[in-house]
């Protein structure tokens, strides 16, 4: 099947910087990313849906001045967490649609950790 | 109304019993359902596709229901591995939302 790859799986950073996470399809084209935040012991919450080579779509409550997503070609969309903060710390998940099935393929997340 | 909306559980059930869960969605005009299993810590994984006719994948029996606007998962013989936590997924189109999972204990 599909692969969608993400990294890094993990990251521990000092407030106040930036964290840039990767999420890549490896074996198909993926127009559309979409990417999801999880908080412990509570749901998937869209974030954002990225469109290869137009600005991204932002979920009510979202900022996107924060959470930058650039979606630069098919095989690779980026979120990079600005000024981050304890309050960011969270497992954030990436996936990619294959085609028109609506099926997602999803990363391996990566666990940001703010300290 | 919530656009998806599950009963977060938790669903405590003895090994081998019979368990089923519905998600019901908003928009009916969605096109696409799924159900993903989430372990602890883990990305969600798909576990099946829902068709119109209703699909079995084993142990594992979804099903939809347009008219109510809702999915079913059923399990049978229910294994100590189902332990999880079940996503109801509904491709509306424009995006792909998730419910809030239904978690699942499976007791010895």
């Known amino acids: 099947g599909a692969v969608v790859s993400q990294h890094p799986s993990w990251v521990i950073c000092k407030s106040g910087t930036s964290v840039k996470i990767e999420c890549r399809s490896l074996?198909?084209?993926?127009?559309?990313m979409f990417w999801y935040r999880q908080f412990p012991k509570q749901s998937l919450m869209l974030m954002a849906t990225?469109?290869?080579?137009?600005?991204?779509?932002?979920e009510q409550g979202v900022e996107k001045d924060k959470f930058l997503i650039n979606h630069a070609s098919l095989t690779l969309s980026t979120l990079t967490v600005t000024s981050a903060h304890p309050e960011d710390s969270s497992f954030y998940i990436c996936?990619?649609?294959?085609?028109?099935?609506?099926?997602?393929?999803f990363g391996e997340g990566s666990r940001l950790t703010v300290l | 109304r919530k656009e998806v909306e599950q009963d977060p559980g938790p669903f405590n059930v003895p090994e081998g019993a019979t368990v089923a869960f519905n998600c019901t969605y908003s928009?009916?005009?969605?096109?696409?359902f799924f159900w993903y299993r989430q372990d602890c810590r883990k990305e969600p994984k798909l576990l099946m596709s829902?068709?119109?006719s209703g699909n079995e994948d084993g142990r594992f029996t979804a099903q939809l229901n347009r008219a109510s606007q809702y999915i079913s998962l059923l399990i049978r013989d229910s294994k100590l591995s189902d332990s999880a936590t079940y996503l109801c997924?509904?491709?509306?189109?424009?995006?792909?939302?998730f419910g809030k999972g239904t978690r699942l204990h499976i007791l010895p």
């Open positions: 996936s990619a649609s294959q085609g028109n099935t609506g099926e997602l393929f």
């Open positions: 074996d198909f084209q993926a127009t559309t």
């Open positions: 990225s469109n290869e080579g137009s600005k991204a779509t932002y």
């Open positions: 928009n009916s005009a969605s096109q696409s």
């Open positions: 829902v068709y119109s």
């Open positions: 997924v509904v491709n509306m189109g424009d995006k792909i939302i």
